[in-house]
């Protein structure tokens, strides 16, 4: 075990829909960075939270934000769901720089249907 | 463009052989590399992790080399275990702890 909750474990959504994914950090840990992994594919980097603050971003549209708690927990927001929105959504956490390990949690798989 | 190609895709071995696993990167600038082993439906679990002056790094039954010259790595795994029945996934560092994943090789060790 990683230390690092995600949460729910599984969630199924309509095209059109909001969805709010959770994501708890390993204690110590003040980055948080989120994925998304299609069936079959390596994930893809969304973007990541330092601090509460934004700290890079992938090749995602602006329907795909997140948040950064006090407590370096973390939230992704999915507006105006497709059915290409369908993966298993990863969050790692780390201690932030270059070298440090990034543990993930057991991810949460969105059905889009 | 940044990207980490592995091979091969996939690799069935009855337990008890080894088996060795490729990756080939472009990352520019590089600052390290890494291989997670994720089961199916789980988030990767690290295996090793080799920044540029590193050439090997082992973790039990699992040994990583990396030629940053050529930017290839492979992954070795020792008298596979039924546990070993996993994806193995190549991740390469730029100058941030952005990763940049492969899409992993698939590998199923058969009694």
């Known amino acids: 075990e990683t230390g690092v909750t995600q949460s729910p474990t599984h969630l199924i959504k309509t095209r059109g829909q909001q969805v709010t994914l959770r994501c708890s950090s390993q204690s110590g840990h003040n980055t948080v960075s989120w994925y998304q992994q299609a069936l079959g594919q390596g994930p893809q980097f969304i973007f990541q939270y330092y601090r509460e603050e934004e700290n890079g971003r992938g090749n995602f549209p602006p329907r795909f934000s997140g948040l950064q708690f006090p407590n370096y927990s973390s939230e992704l927001n999915v507006n105006a769901l497709e059915l290409d929105d369908s993966a298993l959504y990863l969050c790692a956490s780390s201690s932030g720089g270059v070298n440090n390990e990034q543990f993930f949690g057991p991810g949460t798989r969105l059905t889009v249907l | 463009k940044n990207q980490v190609e592995q091979s091969p895709q996939s690799l069935i071995i009855l337990e008890g052989k080894n088996c060795t696993l490729q990756c080939n990167y472009t990352v520019s600038p590089f600052s390290n590399l890494r291989w997670y082993k994720q089961d199916t439906g789980r988030g990767p679990v690290s295996l090793t992790i080799m920044t540029f002056s590193e050439n090997t790094k082992s973790n039990g039954r699992y040994t990583a080399t990396l030629d940053a010259d050529t930017k290839q790595s492979s992954l070795h795994i020792t008298a596979s275990q039924l546990s070993d029945s996993a994806s193995y996934i190549c991740?390469?560092?730029?100058?941030?702890?952005?990763?940049?994943f492969g899409t992993g090789t698939r590998l199923q060790v058969f009694p």
């Open positions: 991740v390469v560092s730029a100058d941030t702890d952005k990763l940049i």
